[in-house]
């Protein structure tokens, strides 16, 4: 039996910056959101664990222990008293170190995955605390639902945002790394207050200037999204150097995905829809 789950690519909203613990994390208040597309992961029954990798984003990724799904599968595995294995295979069609979830989003779709192949009885208070363990995003991507997160972004509210869901978007790469670590230290430390969610549009993505600073293509892809027809709103993503665009209607986001793929044919481009 072939199962799949995809690893709905993550967004920020929003995301606000508010100081850095003693422990070296930063605290963070963020808006997550999730849209229909992302990576693929697909496993069947096995004696023990693999896992291979696929995808216009595969190469260079290490299908060993350090990765993120085969560890959420061990950590799977031991929760759940099992000894069952799998055949895990990733396509990996999402671009690495983006902004937009990554290895995160591909271990909370492991999880959710493996826990229908293996047909463990498993609480979701033990499923939440190996995502945990696993990263800070793992959590709001095991629900990939829109949700507020604080904390280092594990503490998650369910909330509801009227205007969401469906809406049309537009993800645009500029194919250059950019790493978290270095984008969170090049912030300039300096606290600019509280995310209200009910106005997130308002709001701020405060690792936008310092990630512009190691990657300036951003500022160029968040240039060419704010005059496209249709535009709703647009906003760097996470820890960069992911960007992305909403829209009004379909036909705006198709015109707009077409019209960069022409000009920027260097860039990637995502045109989904949100969940």
């Not at 967004?11 to 613990?21: E, G, K, S």
């Amino acid at each position: 039996m072939l199962l799949s789950e995809t690893a709905y690519a993550k967004i920020n909203l929003a995301l606000h910056v508010r100081r850095r613990r003693e422990d070296g994390y930063h605290e963070l208040e963020t808006l997550f959101a999730f849209t229909e597309d992302g990576d693929l992961l697909t496993a069947e029954q096995a004696d023990t664990l693999a896992l291979s990798i696929t995808g216009p984003f595969g190469k260079g990724l290490e299908a060993d222990d350090t990765n993120l799904v085969l560890r959420a599968a061990k950590a799977l595995q031991v929760a759940a008293g099992t000894g069952q294995g799998a055949l895990i295979k990733l396509d990996k069609r999402l671009p690495v170190a983006a902004g937009i979830g990554g290895g995160s989003a591909d271990a909370a779709a492991a999880l959710r995955l493996l826990t229908r192949l293996w047909g463990v009885a498993i609480p979701d208070a033990a499923v939440q605390e190996i995502a945990i363990r696993l990263g800070a995003d793992v959590p709001a991507c095991l629900q990939s639902q829109t949700v507020f997160g604080s904390g280092v972004g594990e503490k998650l509210t369910a909330l509801a945002v009227h205007d969401i869901a469906g809406a049309p978007i537009l993800l645009v790469n500029p194919l250059k790394p950019c790493p978290t670590g270095a984008v969170f230290k090049a912030w300039d430390g300096a606290d600019r207050g509280v995310l209200d969610v009910q106005d997130w549009r308002h709001a701020r993505n405060d690792l936008e200037v310092p990630a512009i600073g190691l990657v300036p293509e951003i500022a160029e892809v968040i240039t060419q999204l704010k005059v496209q027809p249709g535009v709703t709103f647009v906003r760097m993503s996470g820890s960069g150097a992911t960007c992305f665009v909403l829209f009004g209607s379909l036909d705006d986001r198709d015109r707009s995905a077409q019209a960069i793929s022409e000009s920027r044919p260097d860039w990637w481009l995502l045109p989904t829809v949100l969940r």
